[in-house]
């Protein structure tokens, strides 16, 4: 159901993407079409290794306790990090680049406000 759900919602997003880029006249809208699916083969990718990971967990902790849940979970969500991170480095992604920016060297706060 859940890949259902998400596939219905890329295929919205392109095609209202699409007609409102005709009725428009946007010009750059071909680049952020091609980022958008540059971005849908790469969630692709970091699908197939996560699964791949998760499979090769299930054979050494068992989900079935709470523990072993929670395992599985706090590895596979580090895993998606650092391919996430990687990732925004490799295709220059501005926005990843800034979060890490912002994590590496976080503003210093004055007066407990961050200015």
Do not use: D
Not at 14 to 25: A, D, E, H, Q
Not at 72 to 91: D, E, K, Q, R
């Amino acid at each position: 159901i859940a890949l259902a759900i998400s596939l219905s919602a890329i295929l919205q997003v392109l095609f209202l993407y699409v007609i409102w880029n005709k009725r428009s006249g946007n010009t750059g809208g071909k680049k952020v079409l091609v980022f958008y699916f540059r971005i849908i083969l790469l969630g692709i990718c970091f699908g197939a290794v996560l699964e791949w990971l998760k499979i090769i967990m299930y054979r050494y902790i068992n989900a079935h306790t709470f523990a072993g849940s929670a395992a599985v979970c706090l590895i596979i969500g580090s895993a998606f990090m650092a391919l996430l991170m990687t990732a925004g480095y490799i295709f220059k992604i501005p926005e990843i680049h800034e979060g890490i920016r912002r994590f590496v060297r976080p503003k210093k706060e004055t007066n407990g406000y961050n200015l």
